[in-house]
Every structure is written in structure tokens, then in C-alpha cells.
């Protein structure tokens, strides 16, 4: 087996017995990377840097020093600031910077002893659900089954992509309203969004701070409980870092979920839902069923407000995030005319520099924050989302350990297929996943099986506030059942 | 709720982006059609509803308010379009 195709386990257990160097797994990516340049899954590549860390994590290894994730070669989301490394969340507003700092995220990783490949692709600013939204351009899925190139989802595509075509051991990515967990599924991948507070936002380039939130994406359950223990921490930069110690969390991976009740929430069954993801969501019910947990009927009854609510949220959010970007501390500042004020170097700036549904999510959000529309937008917005977690709280105040959903309507579409869409329509793709970021809540996606056209489907599990050890073993034990060890046919 | 195209002019004004006057009745018709999805949240009886302003039931993080960081100007002004003397560059400001 080629060794970029180990998991974070496997190059772990491998490295501490000598068997193999980081060295010689990290070379193995960069081969497989400089290989892949028609996925487009990187954005900027590292290899110096890389083979340098990996050098440096030998040593470690050798002399007994050697975390989890040491030695292991990750890819970066390029959402997260990294010192000297071209950081600019797939926009040209951020053109050309190169950040002074390093985020909490990378920095515990690095600290850890990780080796860093390269950036990866993703939709401008974490905006979109299949990463076509990019200043790099559109990444491609590995997986492909016909003619059609396919979108890995978003806005973590890149990352997917990567993972899926095993041009990394594992990547991180971010989840604000599913863009960790739709591409998870999307690419046949593990991928986990934690508990609001659990992961430091600091040095994340910001969407919409009170959903953002940091986590792995990985080859498989185990691999997603060592690299979630190695990013989470209590971070006084990041004040809404939870100060709860962070657990061990591969030591809870029993797979013994016997009395565990899993809630199946009724308001997920969606009118148009296709026989064929109805069928994955109940054999994945029956799975941990077989594992002695016990499945109940349960109700979430402002579901179908989630989206709507967060569509208000996120772009009000969005709106005051961006308004950072002005052209006069980093990134991209327009060509200005003779005469031009501060005023249209602002205008002109943020025209060039925002790529379209990143300005429309801006303007939206400056409309429902304007005065006579907050009320009636922005703060009924936030009223829903109380209720909304509410839902929650009420189905685990019952008794509920867990709950089981599917990730997306549909497994990966054709690229382009979206071009003609209205943005209300591409907001559908996010129907089950911005539920829990609006009420916090940790889940994780996993691939449970082929579709028809032989594209993965992924369901996702709902956990409860700080409970991400559990929702991993209850994870682990839907994995096992499902036996998914499908991979992409390499045509790249 | 539907936006018309002076509404439209004035939130792109207000978010500081520049679009072009041919452009805005599209961006009136994306901006009304994303309106109207909202609206659903019309249905809910928020009646005696808390607006949710943190997920977690937590305090946010004080300390004493004293300088913590600091002193590396250069630093900051590295990543400028325009920096000079130790300050970032903008045109003039007239009000």
C-alpha cells in the first residue's frame, strides 16, 4: 500500500514501531499531490515546509517524544491563518497575505508534531455547498462515475477532496451550516463538527462567529478521535472557548452502544426525499439497532424554520465579519481613479475583491441588521433559533443519547449543475445540517454505503453539548456495521 | 417582502460594494427572492421567546483590562497596501 493512503492510526502505530519515517509519508503525499492537479484540491502547496516539519517529528519519534499526531501529514483548510502561508479563505479580497500569526487550531496541531502539505479549496469565505465559490477555482470530486467532473460539496470540498483521494492522512476543515459534514458524505469520508466552544476560532478567518466551528475530516472514526483531541483545547484568545478539559477521546471508542436511544426525528422526512436516502437512513437505524440501541420516533418541530433562520443569522453575521476588509490593512486595495475618495476605494475595494454570493450574503445581512428590519428580521431570527435548540434540549431532557439524520438530499452533483439554481435553491442543499449549528450541537457524518450511480451517501449523527466521545463510539459502531470501504477508481 | 431597485442601491451602499446600475435589478430580484424565504419564520409564534445571544450557557471571559499585547507595529503594517511611517495609507479623508 502506498503510504499516503494510511490512516492517522495506522502511519501512528507504524511510526512509533520504526517501520516507516514521516519522511517517506510525507513524500508520498507530495507525490500523490503533484499527481492530483486536476482534483485543483490544493491551492497552495508546501512541500518544503513539509518535509522540513516531518524531519523535525523523526526526531521526535526516535527520541521517544511522539504524540498522536506526530509525523502525520494533514492539509489545511485555507480558512485558517498559518504564519508565512498565503491564508485568504478562497478570496481576492485577502489576494497576497500572509499572516503574521498562526491560529490556535494549527499551532496545537503543529505542536503536536503534524506536517503540514499545503492549503486547500474551499467556497469564498466557508459561503457555498460545493466549493465552486473559490478564487482557485472549482475543486473536483475524485469520485466520478460517468462523463461528469462532481462538486465534493462545500464549503470544505477541498478538504474532502483531498482526504477522499488520499493526497493528506486527514485535513481540517469548518462547519458553519454543514460545510464539514455535507462533503464528508459527499466523498465517502469521516468528518466531525464539535460542540460550539470546543475548538478555538482564533486565527479562523471568520464567517459568521456564532456558528463557526473547527474539526477534522479523516479515513475513518478512530482517525477523527485522535485528530479532534489534538485541535481542541481551552483557549483564552478565543472567548468563547468552553473552559472544559478535553478528554481522551479515541479511549471512548468501546463500540458498545448497547441501551444507547437513538431519536430518528420525524421532521427530517422531508416531502421529495428519494426512496433511495430514505432506505440508507433506515438501514443505518436498523445498524445500531443490531448493536442493542434502542431507536425511537422523535420530533424536532421548527425544522423547517432551521434554514430560513439561519439564512438571517449567518449573512448578518457574515455582514459585520467582513466588514474588515476594507483595502487598508491586508489583501486586495482597487486601482483608484484621480479624485476617488476613501468612500469608493472602499466600494471599489470590496467589488473587486468579494466574489458574487459572498457579496450578496454581505448585503443581505446589511439588510436585515438595517434600521426598521432588525426587529422583523434579524431578532426573530434569533428568537426561532432559541426555539429551535430548544427542539433539542426537550429530546435528550427524554431520554434521547443521540440522533440519526442524513447529511444532504443527495449524494455529489455534476459541477455546474447548481449554475442556473436561484441562491434560495442552493440554500436548500443545507436542510439537515444547519439545524445543530444553530443549537451548537456536535455531529459527525459517515459513510454508510453507494447510491445507484455508485456515489457515496453519508448519515449523520447528532450528539449532545460536549458529548463528541459518545457521538464518536456511536459513530464507530454505524462505520463497522456498514463496512464502507469503497474508494474512488483513480482516473486522475 | 420584495426590494426595489433603490432599496437595492442603498443596502449595496451600506455595505460598501460597488455595483453597477445595470446590475441592480437582478441583484433586487435575487435579494427579494431570499426575502420571501425568510418570511416563513412569520409563521412562528415567538410570543415571550428569548432572542438566543449565546448557544452555550456561558459568561463571556473577562479579565483585568490592562495591556496583554502589543509593541510589534511592523507586524501589523506588514500585510498593508499602503503603509508609511508607521501608519496605514488611505486617500485623503474630506467630510
Avoid at chain 1, 503534524?114 to 457555498?128: P, R, S
Avoid at chain 1, 434560495?424 to 439545524?435: A, G, R
Wanted: proline share 5%; charged share 25%.
Amino acid at each position: 500500500m502506498s503510504l499516503n493512503k494510511l490512516t492517522i492510526a495506522g502511519a501512528r502505530d507504524a511510526l512509533r514501531k520504526g517501520e516507516v519515517t514521516s519522511v517517506e509519508i510525507t513524500e508520498a503525499c507530495i507525490a500523490a499531490i503533484d499527481g492530483a492537479d486536476a482534483l485543483n484540491a490544493y491551492a497552495h502547496k508546501t512541500p518544503e515546509l513539509a518535509l522540513e516539519q516531518a524531519k523535525a517529528a523523526d526526531a521526535r519519534i526516535r527520541a521517544g517524544d511522539a504524540p498522536a499526531m506526530c509525523g502525520i501529514p494533514l492539509g489545511v483548510k485555507d480558512v485558517f491563518c498559518v504564519k508565512g502561508v498565503p491564508s485568504q479563505a478562497a478570496s481576492n479580497i485577502l489576494a497576497g497575505f500572509r499572516p503574521e500569526y498562526e491560529s490556535t487550531v494549527t499551532q496545537n496541531l503543529w505542536n503536536a508534531g503534524a506536517v503540514m502539505l499545503g492549503k486547500l479549496g474551499m467556497d469564498e469565505f466557508a459561503m457555498g455547498s460545493t466549493t465552486e465559490s473559490s478564487c482557485y477555482g472549482a475543486v473536483v470530486n475524485p469520485w466520478k462515475v460517468d462523463d461528469a467532473l462532481r462538486s465534493p460539496g462545500g464549503s470544505s470540498g477541498g478538504s474532502a477532496a483531498a482526504v477522499a483521494a488520499d493526497l493528506c492522512l486527514a485535513a481540517t476543515g469548518t462547519d458553519t451550516g454543514g460545510s464539514i459534514r455535507q462533503p464528508a458524505g459527499f466523498t465517502g469520508t469521516v468528518g466531525i463538527k464539535p460542540t460550539y466552544g470546543r475548538v478555538s476560532r482564533w486565527g479562523v478567518i471568520a464567517y459568521a462567529s456564532s456558528l463557526d466551528q473547527a474539526g477534522p475530516m479523516t479515513k475513518s472514526v478512530r482517525d477523527a478521535a485522535i485528530m479532534l483531541e489534538a485541535m481542541a483545547s481551552v483557549d483564552p484568545k478565543d472567548s468563547t472557548s468552553a473552559e472544559i478539559p478535553v478528554p481522551d477521546y479515541e479511549a471512548m471508542l468501546t463500540g458498545d452502544i448497547r441501551g444507547k436511544k437513538i431519536g430518528i426525528p420525524r421532521e427530517y422526512r422531508v416531502d421529495g426525499m428519494s426512496d433511495e436516502l430514505a432506505k440508507f437512513w433506515d438501514e443505518g437505524a436498523r445498524m445500531l439497532k443490531d448493536a442493542g440501541a434502542e431507536i425511537v420516533d422523535i420530533s424536532l418541530p421548527h425544522t423547517k424554520y432551521a434554514l430560513p433562520a439561519y439564512y438571517v443569522i449567518a449573512p448578518a453575521e457574515a455582514s459585520s465579519n467582513l466588514a474588515r476588509y476594507d483595502g487598508v490593512r491586508y489583501g486586495h486595495r482597487a486601482h483608484l481613479s484621480a479624485g476617488d475618495g476613501i468612500v469608493e476605494m472602499y466600494e471599489k475595494t470590496r467589488a473587486e475583491g468579494f466574489g458574487p454570493e459572498v457579496q450578496r450574503r454581505i448585503m443581505i445581512g446589511t439588510y436585515v441588521l438595517s434600521a426598521g428590519y432588525y426587529d422583523a428580521y434579524y431578532n426573530r431570527a434569533r428568537k426561532v433559533r432559541t426555539l429551535i435548540k430548544r427542539d433539542f434540549e426537550q429530546a435528550f431532557a427524554a431520554g434521547v443519547d443521540a440522533i440519526l439524520a442524513p447529511t444532504s438530499p443527495t449524494s455529489a452533483l455534476a459541477l455546474g449543475q447548481l449554475a442556473d439554481a436561484s441562491p434560495v435553491e442552493m440554500y436548500l442543499n443545507d436542510v439537515f445540517t444547519v439545524t445543530l449549528n444553530l443549537a451548537g450541537l456536535p455531529g459527525v457524518a459517515v459513510p454508510v454505503g453507494l447510491d445507484s450511480k455508485g456515489l457515496p451517501m453519508g448519515l449523520q449523527l447528532i450528539g449532545r453539548p460536549w458529548g463528541e466521545g459518545e457521538l464518536l463510539n456511536e459513530a464507530l459502531v454505524l462505520e463497522r456495521a456498514a463496512g464502507f470501504t469503497h474508494k474512488p477508481a483513480q482516473w486522475w | 417582502m420584495s426590494i426595489d431597485i433603490d432599496t437595492a442601491r442603498k443596502v449595496a451602499h451600506l455595505a460598501r460594494i460597488r455595483v453597477a446600475e445595470e446590475d441592480l435589478p437582478k441583484l433586487a430580484d435575487q435579494l427579494s427572492g431570499i426575502l420571501t424565504f425568510m418570511e416563513q419564520l412569520n409563521e412562528v409564534d415567538v410570543t415571550g421567546i428569548e432572542p438566543m445571544t449565546s448557544v452555550t450557557p456561558m459568561r463571556l471571559k473577562r479579565r483585568e483590562d490592562v495591556v496583554t499585547d502589543g509593541g510589534y507595529a511592523e507586524q501589523i503594517l506588514k500585510n498593508a497596501p499602503d503603509a508609511r511611517e508607521g501608519f496605514f495609507a488611505v486617500p485623503k479623508v474630506v467630510e
